[in-house]
């Protein structure tokens, strides 16, 4: 499996609905999605940062989606707006255990 983990500050304390929302908004717009194993977020306590954990079947699978300008733009409009600055990106492959 592939995949991306974000870490970002969020420009303001967020709910964990707003976040799920966002999601769901996602999941909604972009059905189909080959080869998504999961989302996952992660709000802080005090809502002052989220971590976001995304996993595909294959490399490829991946990158057909982070390349996608359907994808760029509900990033640009959904979650930019709501981070503090740019976030951190980490992609590699998962290791199971």
């Known amino acids: ?15 964990a609905e707003e976040l799920r929302q966002s999601m769901e908004k996602w999941r909604v717009s972009r059905p189909g ?14 809502g002052g940062r989220v971590v976001s954990a995304v996993r595909f079947a294959s490399k490829e699978d991946y990158w057909a989606i982070a390349d996608d300008v359907a994808h760029d733009e509900w990033f640009q409009t959904r979650i930019a707006p709501l981070l503090d600055g740019e976030p951190t990106w980490m992609d590699g492959n998962w290791i199971e255990g």
């Open 33 to 46: 999605r080959p080869g998504l194993v999961d989302a996952q977020m992660l709000l802080t306590e005090d």
């Open 1 to 15: 499996m592939y995949g991306t983990v974000m870490v970002a500050q969020l420009k303001e304390p967020t709910t």
